[in-house]
């Protein structure tokens, strides 16, 4: 089958022709009398590539058919058919966005290579929106690693919040993420095309800097702020447990209203955006403790979402380091495209205090330095060395022993570290020493970064 086509209109002779040139084509046909039942048909039947409307015969519904067609159902392509031949209604036609317009008594031939056109626009149309939707899928949560339960859920809440327009609450440590998660939400809504504006407390000091950078402000004229930045889309505050009191009543009266004023400025603006923000800590504490006011929280809570920190997670850390790695081998146009096995039991160890963020920076400065070949053992840096040594105080339980190839390379850097020192880095010296040749010594020492 090439395509299905809908024919629309009221003439039942005119149809029926038409039905039989495109079924005899290879076109599976559809009929309705007017523009209105046409348009009930195309919603019902995503399967329709092409529209054939008859003008004389289909008003006065085309106008509203077309916008929907335009607006709505994108990959519909519409032919026009009409008795006038004037440059006027064809040049309307295709102003309302239709594929072609034909003029009647219709050329059997031209309406067939026409279809077809509009047929395999319609075709493309579908498999771009297909394929859209399924790298918009593939990319939305890719940097959120979560091979681990914990983080696991939390994705997965994420993507059902994701389709709501409700305030959201993310918590965790710093460098955990929570701003890559508000960003995954944000592109999963039906917001997505509209801005995603990050605003932060923290730098901003006092209340009418940070008024002013929330709100925007009159002075001559309109300075917009974030929340004017955000219109559409979506607006994420970062570290909200540090809002003053006085903004903390600011950004209640917003929630309450759906509007905000610019500072100085007397207009109330419409609020449209979506309001997610990050904290530290859990604000339910801060409203015990009476340091955040209770009525934003329960505005704000609508759904929460914690992003556990790395050490709780590392499940995923492998996950994490292979995609920043590929990061920053484009960045820094390095070769050092994977990353060995000891040195992965090794950063799978260590704590991360910084979390997600500490990760990151620790490959793009390992790629950094390193000319070409896997990123190796030695090229860790010292407090990731330092740590993964020190026996664990997690659990007595817990066991400290690694790999064999870990422990062999941690034994092989000590036993190096001291032979250079005992033998003040005297090479001849150190090659009798160890009974190791020189060749060998010296792809040892540099293998560890120790030469």
Not at 20 to 35: H, K, P, Q, V
Not at 127 to 151: C, P, Q, W
Not at 419 to 431: D, F, H, K, R, S
């Amino acid at each position: 089958m090439k395509g299905k086509i809908l024919l629309i209109s009221g003439d039942e002779s005119e149809q029926r022709d038409l039905a039989r040139i495109f079924s005899d084509s290879g076109y599976a046909t559809l009929t309705a009398e007017t523009a209105s039942h046409g348009q009930e048909l195309l919603e019902q039947d995503h399967s329709i590539d092409v529209a054939v409307i008859d003008q004389d015969h289909s008003r006065p519904d085309i106008p509203a058919l077309m916008d929907k067609v335009r607006t709505c159902l994108t990959t519909v392509q519409v032919i026009i058919t009409s008795n006038s031949a004037s440059f006027e209604d064809s040049n309307t036609a295709m102003k309302m966005g239709a594929f072609e317009y034909l003029h009647k008594p219709l050329d059997k031939e031209r309406a067939l290579l026409v279809a077809s056109m509009a047929s395999k626009m319609a075709h493309l149309a579908r498999e771009n929106n297909r394929l859209h939707k399924y790298f918009k899928e593939k990319v939305i949560f890719t940097s959120i690693a979560a091979d681990g339960r914990e983080m696991m859920e939390t994705k997965e809440k994420a993507r059902a919040v994701a389709s709501l327009d409700t305030p959201v609450i993310i918590t965790g440590e710093p460098g955990s993420g929570k701003q890559t998660l508000a960003e995954a939400i944000h592109n999963e809504s039906s917001r997505a095309d509209n801005p995603f504006i990050y605003a932060s407390i923290l730098p901003h000091g006092e209340d009418g800097i940070l008024e002013r950078h929330l709100f925007g402000y009159e002075n001559g004229q309109s300075i917009p702020g974030a929340m004017d930045k955000a219109m559409g889309g979506t607006l994420y505050i970062y570290d909200i447990d540090l809002l003053s009191p006085s903004l903390q009543t600011a950004l209640l009266e917003v929630l309450k209203n759906r509007t905000y004023h610019h500072v100085g400025g007397g207009q109330p603006l419409q609020a449209e955006f979506r309001l997610m923000v990050g904290s530290g800590g859990h604000l339910g504490n801060l409203v015990q403790a009476g340091r955040f006011s209770e009525e934003l929280y329960s505005l704000l809570n609508v759904a929460l979402l914690e992003v556990p920190p790395l050490r709780k997670r590392k499940e995923d850390i492998p996950s994490l380091a292979k995609a920043f790695l590929k990061n920053s081998c484009v960045k820094h146009n390095r070769s050092a495209c994977a990353i060995s096995h000891d040195t992965m039991a090794a950063l799978t160890k260590y704590r991360w205090p910084g979390n997600v963020r500490e990760l990151e920076e620790t490959i793009d400065c390992m790629v950094a330095g390193k000319i070409s070949g896997a990123l190796s053992f030695s090229d860790l840096p010292d407090k990731v060395y330092r740590d993964v040594r020190r026996p664990s105080k997690i659990s007595r339980q817990e066991s400290s022993v690694q790999s064999f190839a870990t422990e062999k390379n941690i034994f092989e850097r000590q036993y190096l570290v001291r032979a250079l020192e005992e033998c003040e880095g005297n090479i001849t010296v150190m090659a009798r020493i160890t009974n190791l040749s020189r060749p060998a010594l010296y792809e040892k020492l540099r293998k560890h970064g120790l030469k």
